[in-house]
């Protein structure tokens, strides 16, 4: 009797993959590879994407052993690898230098230290103002809509629209004044979606959409955030921390958790050594700024200390 004999095939099927019989006895590896190839074959397409690996290894197959016991060419089953924890040394060296040489290019556009200051400044006036809307990258199908959260803040899903908007505006040198947001919002001027769906009109209180003139993406610019700006969670925006909200609203707003780099290198702005590198030259921008200040100051102190002394 075939040992998946009173089976139907996909059980049988499973039992062969498995390697034990319908009675759930284990076969010898050796009968597994020289089970019939026209069973394999059926077996093999019918459950093409099933995850065999664990299977094999728990077998202790080969790939070429896994390729004769399914009754297919080698190739149709070699089993991909995990990728590696460690990239070679050299590869990894280069994605830094990478990283290190566009932080510091001229050819990368980017706010003044000076400008990233006021916008700073602004978007923690902005947080921390009560009868300012917080913009919430957590959306489903809601962008614009007011959320009312349970400490009385109006909280508005949206998009990357606003960090569009205000890093465009900074690296224009331009930072509005809070006043000038709280008139934008009253106005309905602050970008909230890139595309509002229909349904999404219905039930929004804001429909300012990014305009090209904004669009990083529109000039070839992939727009990449340095700290994490998603709300990964199902809980209602409702429910969520107000403070948690605040911390996302300034990543995602704030042109100094911004840099851009040139759209078809896109994937490399997720890369965590050209993060680092752009958030090195950042802080270290600032820093010079604020010493260039300092010393500036010290020369006009000493100045004037030589004048009442004259």
Known sequence: MRPTAGLGHKQASQRYLLGTDHRG???DKDAIAAAPGSLATKTENRYRRENFSSIF?????GPREAASMLGAPLE??????TCPSTLPADLSALVAQFGAGWAASPARPSPTPGVLQLWSRLVQQWADAPDVPLLVRKHRGDRGTIIPHATGRTIIPSDNSAAHWAFSLAAAGICPSLAEVRDLFA????????IQKAQEKQCASHHCRLVSEHDVTEKGWK???IEPVGV????PLACIPLETLKSKFINLVSPANMFVIPRDWGGLAESPA????VKAWNADGVLRSVGRREDAARV????AGAISTA
């Open 25 to 27: 006895s284990e076969y």
């Open 57 to 61: 290894e728990r077998k202790g197959l």
């Open 223 to 225: 727009l990449a955030h």
């Open 187 to 194: 106005e309905d001027k602050i970008p909230v979606v890139m």
């Open 274 to 277: 050209v993060i680092d590198a």
């Open 300 to 303: 006009v102190r000493g100045m």
């Open 76 to 81: 149709l089953h070699m089993i991909l690898p």
């Open 232 to 235: 990964n969670t199902r809980t």
